[in-house]
């Protein structure tokens, strides 16, 4: 005869896993309560609606689960649970959107196509150094789009977002400085966007002794968000906005 787990505790465990998906560090290999929880998500079905209606009315949506994690996104960009910036509202309308433009080219560079996104395998990391090269040639490749014949950039938006990065020195005059994060170059506007994608657990970053060679890991949450229909850049998106009213 089948054991049926009480419906309080589906209520308890359905909610201790969200708040275990939401909590950046854990992983299911290591946790072993994560671990059991993912699997009775994936084999009761009770269990698992149980834990939908509790996502939806944490205004939740989960895009995906796995053996590793289960993989959630805010509903919406009001909730509590939403990617935002505590310090965006000093930034000026073109520093966000070359903070967008950074993270574009993060995404970008990590998964530069459609077999990336979907591939089963490992994802590869990239050295910080890669990284920064990667832009500055993002940023060549998007002005020679713009002053191209026939294929300009019609977004004054974006355009004025590229002129900020453009106009900003490729790094500074050491190599240490060249990966603090800040306004006053590519490599630190760069920065912000890793450090705040870090803390989301969209990358992963093992320091080195030589702070350029430092390899950075995006993880399979980022692939996931970047897959998903409204998904990593709708959200930073939505970052370009200061507030409801512009």
């Not at 310090?87 to 070359?98: H, K, W």
């Not at 089963?120 to 993002?138: M, V, Y």
């Not at 890793?194 to 080195?208: A, H, P, S, W």
């Not at 399979?220 to 998106?237: D, P, T, V, Y």
Request: proline residues 4%.
């Amino acid at each position: 005869m089948t054991t049926l787990t009480p419906p309080n505790t589906n209520v308890r465990d359905a909610t201790r896993l969200l708040m275990m998906s939401m909590t950046p560090g854990i992983n299911a290999t290591q946790n072993k309560e994560y671990q059991g929880l993912l699997q009775r998500y994936s084999g009761e079905p009770d269990f698992q609606k149980c834990v939908q209606q509790a996502a939806e009315g944490m205004d939740l949506r989960i895009l995906e689960s796995d053996i590793r994690n289960l993989y959630l996104r805010a509903e919406t960009k009001d909730s509590v649970f939403a990617y935002r910036l505590s310090d965006m509202r000093t930034y000026q309308p073109s520093q966000r959107v070359a903070y967008f433009l950074c993270a574009i080219s993060l995404s970008a560079t990590f998964f530069p196509d459609v077999q990336s996104l979907t591939s089963s395998g490992a994802l590869a990391p990239l050295t910080r150094k890669e990284l920064h090269d990667a832009l500055n040639d993002h940023i060549v490749a998007l002005v020679k789009a713009s002053t191209a014949a026939n294929t300009t950039i019609n977004d004054t938006t974006i355009k004025t977002g590229l002129d900020v990065l453009q106009a900003l020195p490729a790094s500074r005059i050491n190599a240490a400085a060249s990966y603090r994060g800040g306004l006053t170059s590519r490599s630190g506007v760069l920065e912000l966007v890793m450090g705040d994608m870090k803390d989301q657990g969209f990358l992963r970053i093992d320091e080195q002794s030589s702070v350029e060679a430092s390899q950075v890991f995006p993880t399979h949450k980022f692939r996931q968000h970047l897959g998903a229909e409204g998904g990593a850049i709708e959200i930073l998106m939505t970052l370009l906005k200061k507030d409801d009213n512009e």
